[in-house]
């Protein structure tokens, strides 16, 4: 059993029982979370796709923890200009686990 849902615009496959790592919601650690922006539900015996979404399927999650993503470097450089900036950055990501689809 599956389900695809939308969290902050981004879609996820998304598992009873498993931990994701989705951008930063606003919700303490330990809160639950209810997303209703379902898109896609299937249980091995029928597929439900919305129009855009599910009316009334839900997908309940915990809040585990808040984290960052690895740092990117971003560098730039024009060469005989002597032009040089590096930059970095870290995303701020929050981890869930799929406590209940349905």
Do not use: C, W
């Not at 005989?80 to 590096?86: A, F, G, M, N, Q």
């Amino acid at each position: 059993m599956f389900a695809v849902v939308d969290i902050l615009g981004q879609q996820f496959k998304v598992t009873e029982n498993t931990k994701y790592y989705v951008p930063k919601l606003k919700e303490e650690v330990e809160a639950t979370v209810t997303f209703d922006h379902v898109i896609l539900y299937e249980n091995g015996k029928e597929i439900k796709i919305g129009t855009p979404v599910i009316d009334g399927m839900t997908v309940t999650a915990k809040v585990v923890e808040h984290t960052m993503d690895d740092k990117v470097i971003v560098f730039k450089k024009k060469r005989r200009i002597s032009y040089k900036k590096k930059r970095g950055h870290r995303q701020q990501l929050t981890r869930i686990e799929v406590t209940k689809i349905g």
